[in-house]
C-alpha cells in the first residue's frame, strides 16, 4: 500500500506538471515507475496514465490545437512505429534513464540558430518519425520535441494543447510497441487503473491555474530549469544502476 501511495503522488504531481509545462511530467512519471516495476510494465502504464492526463488537456485546449501540425507529426509518427517493430528492441532501465538524463543536455549544447521550427514545412512529418523513435527506445521523447517548438511562433496554449495531442499519439503507439513485444507484469491490481487515472486528471485540471497566470517567458524559463533538475536525477540514477551491474560482473567474475 505504501509504494500504491507513492505511485499515486508520483501520477499527481507528474500530471499537474505536465499540465503546466507540458514536459517534465513524464520524465518524472517514467522514472518513479522504474523504480517498481520492469522497463515493458512501466513503459505501458507510463503510457496508459500520460493518456489520461494528455485527453484532459486535449479537451481543456481543444481549440487552440494547431491540426496541420498534428497531421504531419503522426503521419511520421507511424513511420517510425512501422519500422521500430521490426527490430524489438527493449532497452534496460539505466539506458532510459541515461537516455532520459542526457536529452536536455544535448539539447542545451545544440546551438539555437540549428533549432528548426516545427511550422516549416516538413519538420512536423521529421519531428513526428525523431520524436516516436525515442519515445519508443527512451520512453519520453517530450524534451526532444520542444526542440521544434521552441522557434515557432505559437502561444503557450497552442504549445500545450498542440504537444498534447502529439503526445496522446505516442503514448498510444508506446503501449501497442511494448505490449506486443513483453506484455506487462502481474503485480499490478486491477482497481489500481480507475484511481490512478482519476488522479492524472486531478492534477491536470487544477494546471490551468497556473498557465493562465505565466508569461511566455516565464513559460519558458521555468520548464528549462525544471527539465535540468529531473535530467540531474536521472543521470546520478543511471550511474549508480550501471555501477551496480559492473559490481556485479565483477564479483561474479572473481
Given at each position: 500500500?505504501?509504494?500504491?501511495?507513492?505511485?499515486?503522488?508520483?501520477?499527481?504531481?507528474?500530471?499537474?506538471?505536465?499540465?503546466?509545462?507540458?514536459?517534465?511530467?513524464?520524465?518524472?512519471?517514467?522514472?518513479?515507475?522504474?523504480?517498481?516495476?520492469?522497463?515493458?510494465?512501466?513503459?505501458?502504464?507510463?503510457?496508459?496514465?500520460?493518456?489520461?492526463?494528455?485527453?484532459?488537456?486535449?479537451?481543456?485546449?481543444?481549440?487552440?490545437?494547431?491540426?496541420?501540425?498534428?497531421?504531419?507529426?503522426?503521419?511520421?509518427?507511424?513511420?517510425?512505429?512501422?519500422?521500430?517493430?521490426?527490430?524489438?528492441?527493449?532497452?534496460?532501465?539505466?539506458?532510459?534513464?541515461?537516455?532520459?538524463?542526457?536529452?536536455?543536455?544535448?539539447?542545451?549544447?545544440?546551438?539555437?540558430?540549428?533549432?528548426?521550427?516545427?511550422?516549416?514545412?516538413?519538420?512536423?512529418?521529421?519531428?513526428?518519425?525523431?520524436?516516436?523513435?525515442?519515445?519508443?527506445?527512451?520512453?519520453?521523447?517530450?524534451?526532444?520535441?520542444d526542440i521544434f517548438f521552441q522557434k515557432s511562433e505559437l502561444g503557450r496554449h497552442t504549445t500545450v494543447a498542440t504537444k498534447s495531442f502529439c503526445q496522446t499519439v505516442g503514448n498510444l503507439m508506446r503501449i501497442f510497441y511494448f505490449g506486443t513485444l513483453a506484455g506487462i507484469e502481474d503485480a499490478i491490481p486491477l482497481w489500481f487503473f480507475v484511481p490512478a487515472a482519476l488522479l492524472a486528471i486531478a492534477g491536470t485540471m487544477l494546471a490551468p491555474l497556473v498557465v493562465n497566470r505565466m508569461t511566455d517567458h516565464s513559460f519558458r524559463q521555468w520548464t528549462r530549469k525544471l527539465l535540468f533538475v529531473v535530467s540531474a536525477v536521472y543521470l546520478m540514477r543511471a550511474g549508480w544502476l550501471y555501477w551496480g551491474q559492473w559490481a556485479a560482473s565483477t564479483s561474479s567474475g572473481g
Open positions: 500500500m505504501f509504494s500504491l501511495g507513492v505511485l499515486g503522488a508520483a501520477i499527481f504531481l507528474s500530471s499537474f506538471v505536465s499540465g503546466v509545462f507540458n514536459m517534465a511530467g513524464g520524465m518524472i512519471l517514467l522514472g518513479v515507475l522504474l523504480v517498481f516495476f520492469d522497463v515493458s510494465t512501466g513503459m505501458i502504464l507510463f503510457s496508459i496514465l500520460s493518456t489520461a492526463g494528455n485527453a484532459w488537456r486535449v479537451a481543456t485546449w481543444w481549440k487552440h490545437i494547431n491540426w496541420p501540425i498534428w497531421f504531419q507529426y503522426t503521419i511520421g509518427a507511424c513511420i517510425a512505429l512501422f519500422a521500430l517493430r521490426f527490430i524489438a528492441f527493449i532497452p534496460s532501465k539505466a539506458m532510459v534513464y541515461l537516455i532520459l538524463g542526457l536529452l536536455p543536455w544535448m539539447v542545451e549544447l545544440l546551438p539555437r540558430h540549428w533549432h528548426p521550427n516545427i511550422q516549416w514545412r516538413g519538420v512536423a512529418l521529421f519531428t513526428g518519425t525523431a520524436t516516436t523513435t525515442i519515445q519508443l527506445m527512451a520512453g519520453n521523447g517530450g524534451m526532444f520535441m
